[in-house]
């Protein structure tokens, strides 16, 4: 049976549209740091993409391979997901200055993934793709307590969202709490590709400290 997080832990992949308080554990990632806008058409975060997805690909593949893994079980990708920040800026995401934006782009590693078999699936993905890999990073990050909820529609409609969310901290008592280490972050559930942007779905999830 093959192992699909998003059904598995629903809690942090399928969140209702009312926003809702959730701590998260420390999870390992597949990442890659970068800046600018997402939407330019070869800039860094394009780039990016191609390494997550060699990487991932590599290792979910590599059991068929001569490379035997450890714990190895069969399982779908997850979904991509994103740390998103700016300079100068300790409450989020300004929209209006997408050129700003700093990011850290990521894939989720199955449990079973050690630094070990990370560096190898780099090597292995950079020598079949002819390319340099060497930028991703084994990146382990705790996210704690947070607010989340879904989104639904464009990305540039965010905004709507996030308000709801600060609305419902308030009446909790809490508030956001952005930082180098506590960062907007968002995991798309949708392929913008081949998704109406009225129809793609996004968990947003927000960092926050009691007031």
Not at 13 to 23: A, F, K, S, T
């Amino acid at each position: 049976m093959t192992f699909d997080y998003k059904k598995e832990y629903k809690e942090f992949y399928l969140p209702p549209r009312q926003p809702g308080i959730i701590d998260i554990p420390e999870i390992s990632y597949i990442a890659v740091q970068g800046k600018g806008d997402p939407n330019m058409p070869d800039g860094e975060y394009k780039a990016a993409m191609q390494m997550l997805y060699g990487i991932a690909f590599t290792i979910k593949m590599s059991y068929k391979g001569n490379h035997k893994i450890n714990g190895y079980f069969p399982y779908v990708i997850p979904p991509l997901e994103g740390l998103w920040y700016q300079d100068g800026s300790d409450c989020g995401i300004d929209y209006s200055r997408k050129q700003d934006l700093r990011w850290i782009s990521m894939i989720r590693l199955p449990e079973f993934v050690t630094r070990e078999v990370f560096d190898w699936a780099v090597r292995e993905a950079s020598g079949k793709k002819k390319t340099d890999f060497s930028k991703a990073e084994f990146f382990t990050y705790h996210e704690g307590l947070c607010v989340q909820c879904m989104h639904i529609g464009s990305y540039d409609d965010e905004p709507l969202t996030i308000k709801k969310m600060e609305t419902f901290l308030k009446e909790q008592g809490y508030k956001t709490d952005h930082s180098e280490c506590r960062m907007h972050h968002e995991i798309y559930l949708s392929d913008p590709r081949r998704t109406a942007p009225e129809k793609l779905r996004t968990v947003i999830r927000l960092p926050i400290v009691k007031e």
